[in-house]
């Protein structure tokens, strides 16, 4: 059983349209962080939430941690064909010495 | 250039047969972690290491052995392979500030 849920599992977009992609679990975390993998490389953190309704931005990217720290949301304006990836989500609990990751959702985003 | 190199990139092998995959990174980062990724499952956390001759198990250890004994080094051991290895491996380094950074992986085929 994953500890997080990532949904949706794959998404297939054009170019311009908007997206959300959604980390839950029923677990209370200290923080959350989302990477993004592109094939045939480690994934590459793009964000660390810490506080509870935190939202964050990046370029077209808006990363927003639940009031009750236990899901978070990555949403996408406008995406372009450079943002094709695997994104995940990973939660660190109250040691801050291991980390949960999702199984990810892979996007696709078609000129 | 900060990174985390790993070695060796691809490797094929048979049961049984004691392998290393070495990682060293060089931002003089305490924190080091080992992870296998496959399908579906997302990355899972085999080992990780807070300091020189520090080091726990993650969430799937069996199988796997792990030494730290320089800060920049931290291979990652399997004395006996078995077809259910047969995985993507990450080694990362975490920063104070829990960046987390990725090695390019090492794609290993147990038959």
């Known amino acids: 059983t994953q500890l997080l849920e990532q949904s949706p599992q794959f998404l297939s977009i054009q170019e311009g349209e908007n997206l959300t992609v959604y980390c839950n679990s029923s677990?209370?975390?200290?923080?959350l962080q989302w990477y993004r993998q592109e094939p045939g490389e480690g994934p590459v953190l793009l964000v660390t939430?810490?506080?509870?309704?935190e939202v964050k931005k990046l370029k077209r990217l808006t990363f927003q941690f639940g009031d009750a720290r236990k899901d978070s949301s990555l949403h996408i304006t406008a995406a372009q064909p450079g943002d094709t990836g695997l994104y995940l989500c990973?939660?660190?609990?109250?040691?801050?010495?291991?980390?949960?990751f999702g199984s990810g959702t892979k996007l696709n985003v078609k000129p | 250039e900060a990174q985390v190199t790993q070695n060796p990139r691809y490797l094929i092998t048979v049961t049984g047969k004691k392998l290393t995959v070495t990682c060293s990174q060089n931002?003089?980062?305490?924190?080091m972690s080992w992870y296998r990724q496959d399908p579906g499952l997302g990355l899972r956390q085999i080992y990780y290491s807070m300091n020189v001759e520090v080091t726990d198990k993650g969430d799937v250890p069996e199988g796997y052995k792990v030494s730290r004994k320089e800060k920049r080094n931290f291979p990652l051991i399997l004395e006996s392979p078995s077809p259910n290895q047969t995985s993507l491996y990450f080694c990362?380094?975490?920063?104070?500030?829990?960046?987390?950074?990725f090695g390019p992986g090492t794609r290993l085929t147990v038959t």
């Open positions: 990973a939660a660190i609990p109250g040691n801050f010495n291991k980390f949960y």
């Open positions: 990362a380094s975490k920063s104070p500030t829990y960046e987390q950074y």
């Open positions: 931002m003089n980062h305490e924190y």
């Open positions: 677990s209370v975390f200290s923080s």
């Open positions: 939430v810490v506080t509870g309704g």
